[in-house]
């Protein structure tokens, strides 16, 4: 059967080539943690410039007011979201194997999510005093 035949409706070709339900929520959730990320990043910056030169001490009580322990959680979560994100688009994109595919989308999934609950425990330990 020609895909692209021409003589049919542009409906009658996209038939049959898969949903199209799942690409927007992953185009808008990749956005949404772009912007989270941009504002984000802003205050990451402010506060590594606010801590420049500072002893551990203080660093560690900066980290330990919730306000920043929250914000730099939110940070840690995005940034691992989002990166698993566009590292699934580039091998949705360019990784043809099948098995290949899916054993690179296990690994970067796994790798995100445990990197992501590595940070998030770090930040949660200097914030806590553990």
Known sequence: MKTNDPLRTPLKNALGLGSAKDGVHHFIIQRVTAIALLFLSIYLIAL???????DYASARAAVAHPCNA?????FLIAMF???????????EDYVHTPWLAVSCQLIVQFVCVLAALASVLAVLRLALGA
């Open 70 to 74: 929250v914000l730099l959680i939110a």
């Open 48 to 54: 590594l410039v606010s801590l420049a030169g500072a």
């Open 81 to 91: 979201w989002h990166g698993q994100l566009g590292m699934q688009v580039v091998i």
